[in-house]
Every structure is written in structure tokens, then in C-alpha cells.
């Protein structure tokens, strides 16, 4: 389509958001005409949401800086199931006690990217529990189950995939698409919601959901989905030797959280400065032009920026400085002492206590452990509260890592192939 009317879908398409949606050019002109609620759905199957779910957050967080209202799901109901798209293995069932849990952890994320309250744009977070658990079966088959063919619901991808790949998809899972469907219209009628957004392997899902609330309430409603994001070496973002990237602090520290981010490839640093901060685009293309050693400068910038939306401003700081004196200033200089590490090696799972005998700093783990019980091992400048705490991929600048044994031991650990 030409330039867009709206803020909001011109944002999305100038910084890389879409991937598909259902009619572009009429939702641009709902967008246009005044405020819009929109959704997307999060299972709580964990505590907390990775980074792999950040393109969904940051949409959602545009759409209320452009005028809009993002609406939360958080799946209580569907959390039961599991959303089985994609998949080739059913989810673990979670009881209520431990959903309920997860559910908790997530409000904490998306309280540092979205605004709440009760103004028009104000975000909100609602939990599809409340409308799916008292429902009656037959009444509900009665009711809905007329509107989905068993046809089509075999042509979506996330079910055929499966089913070619010979994995086994219970009837549990198969109703899946159809609670979700349902939720759209729900939360259409009681939230006023017309769009819902989601990841690229949520279209089948979506478009049940927008053909229920055509068929039942005559309603026009949209789907917008964003692209899968990968690294330039083809990884699922946020995957690393050491898991995933989490956003909430109890699982990943800040400090790591901005290592991530410094450490992703210079082919990738433009595109997640688009997506993944709110810097303005001229600055971003500056940025993303520069070569060699100065996209360093870059990648400190997305750093920061990334670990501010997700921690605030101060948590981003430290993470900064704290790097910046681990390996800022020339402390990486030739002069310094270093040792080799396999990339295999590090791979496999390396522990504090290891690298400091390797490092020469200790003579055995044992006496690596006594120097971190009285305070006097150091990792990229932060004291080492566990010998044991393995050594993650976060923890690597420039493919390497500083380890510090009391005041002026310093030996600077090269991870290489």
C-alpha cells in the first residue's frame, strides 16, 4: 500500500513489525479514525516472557504511544492446553496453582512497557479464565462448534505440519484454535477489541477468530501478524548456549540482559535497533552504517537502550558502567594476561570455579571456592557470589571475559573456535 494514514501502522511497516494482515488498507482507516483496542495473547507457561516475545510487547507498546489501547490476554484458560501451533510435542499441563504463578510474572513485564489505568488509551490486562473456565461444554460445541470445519481446520499449517510429520495431536490441543477464536470475539463485545496481533505462527488462529466474530456478531475485525525473528546466523532470537533471555530480573540480571545485546552480530544491529528500542530512524540508519571497530558504539547503544525499556534507566546504567570497567578504557590491552577457550568448550557448560583454575588464578577448585566464600573472585568486574554459577554467552564481550582475583590478578579468558 501507499504511505499509510496512521501513525501506528507507519511506525510498524518503517521499523520491520508485519509480516501478514488481513486488510491492510481497512484497518489503516479504522486506525485513522480514532482510538483502537488491540490484543495479543500470552500463555503462562512460565513466569516470565524471553525475548522472543519482545517484537509482540513492542508493538504493543507503539500502539499505545501512537493513541491506541493495547489489551493483555493473559491465557489462564488456554494456559491449561497449550498452544500446540508449531509444535511436535504437547505442552506439560499446568495446574491452576502454577499458572497462577506464572501469571504474576508476567504483569511484571509488561508493567515496564506498557502505561495502565482506566483512560481510553490506557492499557489493560485481562485473563481469558474468566470467560473460558464456566463455560458448559455441549452448550459451547452447540453454540460455536458449527462455525469451524474440521476441513479447515486441518489446511492451517500449525495443525498439517504436525500431522505430516506423523506427531500425535490430542483432542485437547485440537480445541485450542477454536478457545482462541473465541476469545477474539469475546474480547471484541467486552473490550471492544478489533485487532489482534500475534507472532507469524498465530495467523491460523487469528483468522478463527476474526471469520467466528464475522459469522455470530457480523463484526468486522482485523489480524496483524509480526515476523519470526532470527539472528544473521539463523538461530531463533534469544536462544544462547546458556537458554533463553528472560525479561524479568529474577531470572536474567540486567547486567546479562545487556551483555545479549552487546554480543549480537553486526549484521543484526540496525534491524533490532528498529524493532527492539524507540530511537529515532535517521538515527538509527547512522548507526547502523557504522563498520569495523566503531560497531561497537552501535551495539553498546542498543544495549542500553533495550535493557532501559526493560529494567529502567538505572538498571541500564550500571549494566554499562559495569562493562565499561570490565572492558572499557584499554583493559583489554595486549599487556594484559590472557588464556584460550574453545568455543566447543565454553559450549558444553564452564563453571566460575573452572575457568579461574584454568586462568592460572587458582590452583584447584577448591581453592577457587574459598576465594569466591571470602569475596575475592571477580567476573567482568561484578563479585562472584557462586563458584559453581556457570558461565553463560551474556557473559562474553568481543568473545571474551575478564576474571579478576582479589585486587590486581587479572586474566582475560578469549573464547574462540
Not at 69 to 91: E, M
Not at 138 to 164: A, C, Q
Not at 372 to 393: F, H, I, M, W, Y
Amino acid at each position: 500500500m501507499s504511505t499509510p494514514k496512521s501513525e501506528f501502522l507507519k511506525t510498524l511497516i518503517e521499523r520491520g513489525f508485519i509480516h501478514q494482515c488481513t486488510d491492510l488498507t481497512a484497518l489503516d482507516e479504522r486506525l485513522s479514525a480514532g482510538p483502537v483496542a488491540a490484543y495479543i495473547g500470552f500463555d503462562a507457561t512460565a513466569d516470565s516472557l524471553h525475548v522472543g516475545s519482545l517484537v509482540q510487547i513492542m508493538a504493543l507498546r507503539w500502539l499505545q504511544k501512537c493513541g491506541h489501547k493495547p489489551v493483555v490476554l493473559i491465557g489462564g484458560g488456554t494456559s491449561q492446553i497449550g498452544d500446540p501451533s508449531f509444535r511436535d510435542a504437547g505442552r506439560p499441563l499446568l495446574d491452576g496453582e502454577q499458572i497462577a504463578r506464572n501469571a504474576a510474572g508476567l504483569r511484571q513485564v509488561f508493567s515496564r512497557y506498557l502505561a495502565f489505568g482506566n483512560g481510553p488509551t490506557d492499557a489493560v490486562m485481562v485473563d481469558n479464565a474468566d470467560w473460558l473456565d464456566p463455560l458448559r461444554y455441549l452448550p459451547f460445541l452447540r453454540d460455536f462448534g458449527t462455525h469451524f470445519t474440521i476441513n479447515r481446520m486441518l489446511s492451517f499449517d500449525s495443525v498439517r505440519l504436525r500431522l505430516e510429520r506423523e506427531q500425535p495431536l490430542t483432542l485437547l490441543e485440537f480445541n485450542y484454535m477454536v478457545l482462541q477464536a473465541f476469545d477474539f470475539l469475546e474480547l471484541s463485545r467486552h473490550h471492544g477489541c478489533v485487532l489482534q496481533m500475534g507472532g507469524s505462527d498465530q495467523w491460523g488462529n487469528i483468522v478463527n477468530g476474526i471469520e467466528l466474530g464475522r459469522r455470530i456478531d457480523q463484526r468486522q475485525l482485523f489480524g496483524l501478524t509480526t515476523p519470526l525473528i532470527t539472528t544473521s546466523a539463523g538461530t531463533k532470537m534469544g536462544k544462547t548456549a546458556s537458554g533463553a533471555t528472560w525479561l524479568n530480573a529474577d531470572r536474567l540480571s540486567p547486567y546479562e540482559f545487556w551483555q545479549f545485546w552487546r554480543n549480537v552480530e553486526d549484521d543484526d544491529v540496525a534491524r533490532f535497533l528498529r524493532l527492539f528500542t524507540e530511537l529515532p530512524l535517521d538515527e538509527v540508519q547512522r548507526l547502523g552504517q557504522l563498520k569495523g571497530a566503531e560497531i561497537n558504539e552501535a551495539k553498546q547503544v542498543l544495549a542500553t537502550e533495550a535493557t532501559r525499556l526493560a529494567h529502567g534507566d538505572e538498571a541500564a546504567r550500571e549494566a554499562a558502567d559495569t562493562a565499561r570497567r570490565a572492558f572499557g578504557e584499554g583493559e583489554n590491552a595486549a599487556g594484559l594476561p590472557s588464556v584460550g577457550l574453545s568455543r566447543s568448550e565454553f559450549d558444553s557448560g564452564v563453571t566460575v570455579a573452572q575457568l579461574l583454575v584454568r586462568a592460572g588464578l587458582s590452583a584447584s577448585r577448591s581453592e577457587a571456592r574459598r576465594l569466591v566464600l571470602n569475596n575475592g573472585a571477580r567476573l567482568n568486574g561484578a563479585l562472584v557470589q557462586d563458584a559453581e554459577a556457570p558461565v553463560s554467552a551474556a557473559d562474553l564481550a568481543d568473545g571474551a571475559l575478564k576474571l579478576t582475583a582479589g585486587k590486581k590478578r587479572h586474566v582475560l579468558v578469549q573464547v574462540g573456535d
